[in-house]
């Protein structure tokens, strides 16, 4: 089970690697479930712990493999990982949302707090992840200008795994009432996430 720290040093990698080979990092394609920032114990507290309290209760803990293992290409066939599927069942509410380059559609939401379904849809040409911010505001970068993983932990960040074009996937989560940043720090092929490159929204939750 890897960290984002991880993960961002596997993406580094793999872009090396991409660049003898004509590919680029993007995205996870191992099929790992959707995990807390940084959680390595899968129970603990925070964001989206099946048994932990905090601004959002799912089924999912810990980060695992990194952004860019198996083909490392932003086109790649990364498979859906569901959140929540044991919590779906009881959502009072479920919200469509895309992803595309480089954008959420919409990318301001309003749910109330309970249990919420997320039924994404990744309708662009990369790899693309749905992650949340509790709190809200800006996403925490390092001075070497990688996602700040120990900040994102702090936070409480949670996030649906990236998955490849073409596919729907679903995460529900127990979320309390507050401010949430929607965000996907997948790297893009010249290295910036997509983050960076203006992917970000808002979730409300009264």
């Not at 479930?33 to 099946?50: K, L, M, N, W």
């Not at 209760?57 to 932003?74: D, R």
């Not at 073409?166 to 127990?174: K, L, P, R």
């Amino acid at each position: 089970m890897r960290s984002l720290r991880h993960r961002t040093s596997a993406v580094l990698l793999a872009l090396v690697l991409g660049a003898s080979t004509g590919l680029a990092a993007c995205g996870n394609d191992d099929g790992a479930d959707v995990r807390e920032i940084g959680d390595e114990g899968g129970s603990g507290s925070g964001s989206a712990s099946g048994s932990a309290s905090g601004p959002a209760s799912g089924s999912a803990s810990g980060v695992e493999e990194g952004a860019a293992s198996g083909s490392a290409s932003g086109t790649g066939e990364q498979a859906c990982s569901p959140v929540g599927e044991d919590l779906e069942g009881d959502a009072a509410e479920t919200v469509e949302i895309a992803l595309s380059e480089y954008a959420f559609d919409p990318s301001e939401l309003e749910v109330g707090a309970g249990v919420v379904t997320f039924a994404a849809s990744n309708v662009g040409e990369e790899a693309h992840e749905l992650a949340f911010l509790p709190g809200g505001g800006e996403v925490p970068f390092t001075e070497d200008g990688a996602p700040d993983e120990e900040a994102l932990e702090e936070a409480g960040a949670f996030e649906l795994e990236a998955f490849g074009p073409g596919q729907d996937c679903n995460a529900t989560y127990e979320l309390e009432a507050g401010e949430y940043t929607l965000f996907c720090i997948v790297p893009a092929e010249d290295g910036e996430t997509h983050y960076e490159k203006g992917m970000s929204g808002t979730l409300t939750v009264g």
